[in-house]
Every structure is written in structure tokens, then in C-alpha cells.
């Protein structure tokens, strides 16, 4: 039953939906059948289908991706860094009890026993600003992209979606390996986790390369593309080498270098 005023705003309804908030224009009284069927089923559907369809976005094609969110389509995805915190929550869990695994059956795995004062205080700093620090990782990328990738004409706020996206397929395909380092705690040999780490990082490597061809390969010739990557990643490493420098010096509280040091 559809009402001549929106329940909501009280604004009249010329249509499916409120002009002024968007609600509904047919709610209904909450029944016991309407709850179940509308409000947890039908809920619970269209909010994993939105996480699926950016999920799938992100990891097949994350360039264009952000190409058709920045266009305006919209409407099928869901919000895009709720998605990375609730990935790092969930990452941050599974990296929790791989730890006590590791000690418990794996202890020659974990590095914090073999840590000095000033490598545990850093690995302290690390886990307590994680979650600002993988934050920053988007308005840097967006920044670098922002500079070298001028040609597609998009504002500062445009890259950091396509950061945001691909940090999103990033933090999928690290979600991905942790899963499979349980395996580990199963019977798997260890070989399988050292050559999957080493397989992580190519696919993390490239997977990055595909994001940037996938949005801005209509650009550049192949040349070009590959002229700007080069500088991509020359930005990225001066980045991250002034980064751990600057972690090192708040944590370590201006310790020396040989008091940094991890004792192997």
C-alpha cells in the first residue's frame, strides 16, 4: 500500500521513492512475515550481493572499476572503505590467532622472541597505529597517481577512489593467503607458505600494474604507460624508505642503529 506522504519527511509522493529522503513509498506495518521475508532475508541478500559485486570488481577489473564509479555508477556497490575496515578487522583477527598458532606449534616462526628492546617497541608501534597507517596508503597512491597520470583529467579526490579500490583487491588477496596459511597448522608442509609468500608478492606486484593499464590504458601508448609506471614505482620506494625511517625514529625514540637491529 503506497501512501500519498512520505512516513519519513512527511514530503508528498509522486512516485516509487521520496524525492526528498529516498524512503519507500509503499512501507508497510512491520509484520512478523514481513520481518522475516523483507527486513533480515532481504537485508542480509542485497548486503552481501552489494559486498560480492565490489569484491569482484576490485580483484577482475579494478580499473575500470574506478572508472565507473568515478563516472556516476554507483548505485551497485558498496562503500568502499567501510569494506577495507572490515577487511583489516577481520585481518587483524586472523593475524591474532596465526600468531598464537605459530607459537604454539610454530615457534621458530615467530619473531617477536627474537626481537631487542628497540625491534619490539616498533613492532608495538606497528600493531597500535595499523589501522592509520594502512590509511595512509591511499592518499599517497592517489597523490602519485594524481601527479603522473595527468592525462585523464581527474581531480585529487578521483584517484584516491582508485586507491581506495585497489587497496581494496590488495587487502582481498592478502585476506586470501593468510586464509591458506592455516593450512600450514594442518599438515601442510612449510614449503607450501614460503613459496605462497613468494607467489603473494608477484601476484600483489602485478596486480598492481593491471590496476593502473586497466584504468588508463586508452591514455597512454604502451610506452608511455610503462614510462609512468617506472616513475610510479620510484615514487613508491622513496616513499616507503622515508616512511620506516620516520617509524623507526618515533619508535625506537631516537635509538641508534645498532640498537634496532633484529638479533636472527
Not at 542480509?44 to 565490489?54: A, I, N, R, S, V
Not at 601442510?188 to 608477484?202: A, D, K, T
Not at 613508491?236 to 634496532?260: P, Q, R, Y
Request: aromatic residues 18%; glycine residues 6%; proline residues 2%.
Amino acid at each position: 500500500m503506497e501512501n500519498a506522504n512520505c512516513l519519513n519527511c512527511g514530503l508528498e509522493l509522486s512516485g516509487k521513492f521520496c524525492s526528498g529522503c529516498g524512503q519507500k513509498s509503499d512501507t508497510q506495518r512491520i509484520s512478523f512475515k514481513r520481518f522475516i521475508s523483507h527486513d533480515i532475508l532481504h537485508g542480509t541478500f542485497h548486503f552481501e550481493k552489494g559486498m560480492l559485486f565490489t569484491a569482484k570488481q576490485a580483484l577482475i577489473r579494478p580499473g575500470r572499476a574506478a572508472l565507473d564509479y568515478i563516472g556516476g555508477k554507483r548505485v551497485r556497490f558498496y562503500n568502499i572503505f567501510y569494506f577495507i575496515l572490515l577487511l583489516i578487522g577481520l585481518l587483524l583477527i586472523l593475524t591474532h590467532y596465526n600468531n598464537e598458532l605459530a607459537l604454539q606449534y610454530k615457534p621458530e616462526r615467530s619473531l617477536i622472541p627474537q626481537m631487542d628492546d628497540a625491534g619490539k617497541k616498533i613492532y608495538e608501534f606497528l600493531t597500535t597505529y595499523n589501522k592509520l597507517l594502512i590509511f595512509t596508503f591511499a592518499p599517497v597512491m592517489a597523490l602519485n597517481s594524481f601527479l603522473i597520470f595527468r592525462r585523464k583529467k581527474f581531480n585529487y579526490s578521483e584517484h584516491f577512489i582508485l586507491s581506495g579500490i585497489l587497496l581494496l583487491g590488495l587487502f582481498i588477496l592478502i585476506l586470501l593467503f593468510f586464509m591458506l596459511s592455516f593450512l600450514e597448522f594442518a599438515g601442510l608442509p612449510s614449503v607450501f607458505r614460503e613459496w605462497g609468500f613468494v607467489i603473494m608478492s608477484f601476484l600483489i606486484f602485478f596486480y598492481v600494474l593491471y590496476a593502473y593499464y586497466d584504468a588508463f590504458r586508452k591514455d597512454y601508448s604502451l610506452i608511455g604507460f610503462v614510462m609512468r609506471m617506472l616513475l610510479l614505482l620510484f615514487l613508491c620506494t622513496a616513499e616507503l624508505f622515508i616512511f620506516f625511517l620516520l617509524i623507526i625514529m618515533i619508535a625506537s625514540n631516537g635509538a641508534t642503529e645498532t640498537e634496532i637491529e633484529f638479533s636472527y
